[in-house]
């Protein structure tokens, strides 16, 4: 079914139905929006899921700005080696 | 160089916020320990949880190099460990890491000494990353 086919059925819906309509093709696109993706050359990228991201929890367990620990896990493992070819 | 590819995993691997998980094997002194472990090029040092720590048979009163954690980490304590890990089809392997108290984290490959032993590529769109060595 083409889009002209049904633009004459959703003009005659009303303002409220109209709103509606837009929230759930919103939704549609976001979440199952791959196969148009597909069509415009982005195969296998998942589509991005707003409701996914947004209503749930995300930690962050990356160990950042830790130039110090870095710094000493590095001396570490030298003298670990250094040790291990001494051997 | 020989490389291996990996699907993005962790608990939902279909998100779009599905992570680079690396399934490994950590060699400790009384056991193997088969993990997830978070490839992450964000963190400056790789993390093992105290539990896995303990998993492998690790004694933390006898481990006396202690790491100092100034960032996110900032308030658990951690100690040196060199643990031997075998990663795909590539040889054995050591990683050093900061062992901390904690265990509400995943083991994280970061840039000492992961990013150092092995090439890392992602293919973030794909949902996929690959790593050389």
Request: hydrophobic content about 40%; charged content about 20%.
């Amino acid at each position: 079914m083409s889009l002209s086919e049904v633009l004459p059925s959703i003009r005659a819906l009303n303002r409220q139905d109209k709103l509606r309509l837009i929230e759930l093709l919103a939704k549609d696109v976001a979440t199952s929006g791959r196969g148009q993706d597909d069509a415009d050359g982005q195969q296998g990228k998942p589509a991005l899921d707003m409701e996914t991201l947004v209503g749930r929890e995300h930690p962050v367990w990356t160990p950042y700005n830790e130039s110090e620990a870095a710094e000493q896990l590095n001396t570490y493992l030298v003298a670990h080696q250094g040790k291990n070819h001494a051997e | 160089m020989p490389s291996e590819r990996f699907s993005y995993g962790g608990r939902d691997p279909l998100s779009p916020s599905a992570l680079p998980f690396l399934p490994a094997t950590l060699i400790g002194t009384d056991a193997q320990v088969p993990v997830s472990a978070l490839v992450d090029s964000g963190a400056a040092i790789n993390v093992l949880p105290y539990d896995v720590g303990l998993q492998l048979g690790y004694d933390w009163d006898a481990n006396a190099m202690p790491i100092s954690l100034t960032g996110n980490f900032a308030p658990s304590e951690a100690k040196a460990l060199i643990v031997k890990a075998k990663v795909g089809r590539f040889p054995e392997v050591e990683f050093a890491f900061a062992w901390t108290t904690r265990n509400d984290i995943p083991v994280i490959l970061g840039q000492v000494n992961f990013f150092q032993e092995f090439d890392v590529r992602f293919f973030g769109g794909r949902r996929e990353f690959e790593i050389a060595r």
